[in-house]
């Protein structure tokens, strides 16, 4: 034991303070669990990209008594998912028919979501919410994790725990520190985000818009405009090299001419952030006394904005699961292994699902070579009623929902 360090205990210590993490510290605080939520950062302020929260979340957040709250700070609400290329305009999916209290994707700022989160966690008095703590390690004794190994700014912190979870994003130090490795599936693309002034005459939707060789997401954030430009992998540097007039001038290829000007805005790179998109998971999403979800377990593409949404899902479910053995005071490798089994073959599938939209229509869009169309399968799969509800479900949904128990 390093001289100096502080010790501390707790019942469970999760390592990241996102939605995931969030969501599970205050559904084990509501059951009188002892539980400590360690975020790297100083606050929540920053530039999410991820601020959706799909049907399932919001009725997670109804369960909890949260919801009139959440929308409260919805920024807009999006029903329909457009695809628009050369001039032709289909729609993928329109949740309007869902039955449901929440037909719509609530987009909300996440800073305003996790603070929200952690205000109500903080009515409990098992729950500890320590910011601007950075962990460096684990406590690994007798083939287990114990806890973690904080630096805070008044020192180190030995925090012993009967269970963690890594619940720390795509990089995480928990499933690095555990030695876990994360197995990268194939990703045929790098993103570019960016906003745009929004104005009532832009003509646009949410969806995708494609004109040769150019692919745009677009999100409606209520006064801007969330894009995402796609890119082939490899030609991140070539548009970079390019300027910040040519991409101006690439975009004005796919947005309407009433956004031209708009465009404009648009001066440095530094308004443009750029994201590798990747896809992998854990094999094994456990060890004795650690467990990992979310993005920690499992990377998911931007396609259909459902990260959040799984890793929130991935919380309920292992809140769920181990509120009574961590009641208990001991969690197994069995109770572990059911939060992965409940929660592993929904993430392969919408995976799986991403990876074929990447393939299909994605990479095909990017390839430029010709004017860009939906193939016959899809097209009928879109015109028969009973199947295009399909993927407005997938979207709000995945394959498997989770309720909050008490």
């Known amino acids: 034991m390093a001289p100096g360090r502080d010790i501390e205990e707790t019942t469970c210590a999760i390592v990241g303070g996102g939605p995931a993490g969030m969501v599970l510290g205050l559904l084990l605080a509501r059951r009188g669990i002892d539980t400590t939520v360690l975020e790297s950062r100083a606050d929540f302020e920053r530039d999410f990209r991820g601020d ?77 919410l320590c910011m601007n703590t950075r962990v460096t390690g684990l406590i690994r004794e007798e083939g287990g994790t114990r806890g973690v190994l904080c630096k805070t700014s008044g020192g180190e912190v030995e925090l012993r725990a009967k269970l963690t979870v890594g619940a720390d994003g795509r990089g995480s130090r928990v499933r690095k520190a555990a030695g876990i490795e994360l197995e990268q599936k194939a990703a045929p693309m790098d993103v570019l985000w960016f906003r745009l002034p ?16 150019h692919l745009l997401v677009v999100l409606n954030r209520g006064d801007y405009w969330q894009i995402a430009y796609s890119l082939m992998k490899g030609n991140l540097k070539e548009m970079h090299d390019a300027g910040i007039d040519s991409f101006r001038e690439e975009l004005k290829k796919v947005l309407p001419e009433t956004m031209h000007s708009t465009v404009g805005h648009l001066n440095d790179w530094s308004q443009v952030s750029s994201l590798s998109v990747a896809s992998g998971r854990v094999k094994t999403w456990f060890q004795e006394g650690l467990l990992l979800i979310g993005d920690a377990a499992h990377v998911m593409t931007p396609v ?16 769920n699961i181990l509120a009574p053995s961590l009641k208990a005071g001991k969690v197994s490798m069995k109770d572990l292994a059911k939060v992965q089994k409940r929660r592993e073959w929904p993430t392969c599938f ?27 399968p899809t097209r009928l799969f879109l015109r028969i009623p009973w199947l295009r509800k399909l993927p407005a479900y997938l979207i709000s949904y995945g394959v498997r929902r989770e309720y909050v128990e008490d």
């Open 52 to 128: 959706t929260l799909h049907a399932s979340t919001m009725e997670i957040m109804a369960q909890l008594g949260l919801a009139d709250k959440v929308l409260k700070k919805s920024r807009s609400r999006i029903t329909d998912f457009e695809l628009r290329s050369e001039g032709e305009v289909v729609r993928l999916a329109s949740l309007k028919e869902l039955r449901t209290e929440f037909p719509f994707i609530a987009m909300v700022p996440q800073v305003d979501f996790l603070n929200l989160l952690a205000e109500e966690a903080g009515k409990h008095e098992c729950f500890h």
């Open 198 to 213: 929004r104005t009532d005459e832009d003509h646009l939707g949410t969806g995708f818009y494609i004109s040769r060789g």
């Open 304 to 319: 259909g904005g459902v990260g959040i949404n799984y890793a929130i899902q991935d919380a309920v479910a292992a809140g």
């Open 350 to 376: 919408i995976q799986q699902l991403q990876t074929l939209i990447q393939n299909q229509i994605i990479a095909n869009a990017l390839r430029g070579d010709r004017p860009f169309q939906l193939n016959l």
